[in-house]
């Protein structure tokens, strides 16, 4: 069973560009949440998809907006990009709302906005 | 506002001696608790949780996690550390009443076990 799987690992790109980043959750999990991790520190807290919709939202500004499929992957897209968007973003999948499970993470995608 | 503090940046301890990491978190309602580790170049991974019950926690690895009430206190544990346990390590809290339950992590302790 594979667990949570990101794409792509490592990504370069120039401010002002958009970029997406896709994850898929593990098997059952229909839950998705999306959190950036700067260097050093933990991570943070972007959005979270269930039943194709944001359920929950971090403050991070309307540039970083997702998508769920109904196949419960999601996408992570960010526009116009900044220095400061450069970090390792995570993905996180678990079972539905009310189950007190943790989440299984992704290994995570790299972003270096040069 | 739920948030968590850790307040040791690096840990150091020698190979076969105990080990504490410290985590203090602080939620408006009953907290859920978990300790997450991320080895180099890799994504986080699962080490255990406190939910409800028994205060004492055991997870991967031979690690376990004492929850405190009153000082409001989640450290993780292992009697013998191995050089293999070098890595950073999270510990991040869920509000029960938090319908969207996402995590609020510390800002993560690195660990080194020296041989």
């Known amino acids: 069973d594979a667990g949570v799987t990101q794409s792509p690992t490592h990504l370069i790109k120039t401010r002002g560009q958009q970029v997406t980043l896709r994850c898929s959750p593990k098997?059952?999990?229909?839950?998705v949440s999306w959190y950036q991790q700067a260097l050093g520190q933990g991570p943070q807290f972007i959005f979270q998809?269930?039943?194709?919709?944001?359920?929950q939202r971090g403050n991070f500004p309307d540039r970083f907006s997702g998508h769920q499929f109904p196949n419960y992957s999601s996408e992570l897209n960010v526009n116009a990009l900044l220095l400061g968007d450069s970090a390792l973003y995570l993905c996180a999948s678990s079972f539905p709302v009310g189950m007190n499970t943790e989440a299984f993470f992704g290994q995570g995608t790299r972003l270096t906005v040069v | 506002a739920q948030s968590v503090a850790q307040p040791e940046d690096q840990v150091n301890v020698a190979e076969g001696n105990p080990l504490t990491v410290k985590c203090t978190y602080s939620?408006?309602?009953?907290?859920?608790l978990f300790w997450y580790v991320q080895y180099p170049n890799r994504g986080l991974q699962f080490l255990l949780k406190?939910?409800?019950?028994?205060?004492l926690v055991k997870g991967s690895y031979g690690f376990e996690a004492e929850f405190n009430k009153s000082q409001t206190s989640f450290h993780l544990k292992k009697p013998s550390a191995l050089v293999s346990d070098s890595a950073l390590y999270f510990c991040a809290v869920r509000d029960m009443r938090d319908y969207g339950q996402n995590f609020v992590f510390g800002p993560g302790t690195r660990l080194s076990v020296l041989p």
């Open positions: 098997s059952g999990h229909d839950t």
């Open positions: 939620v408006s309602g009953n907290p859920y």
């Open positions: 998809y269930y039943e194709e919709e944001e359920r």
């Open positions: 406190y939910i409800t019950g028994d205060n």
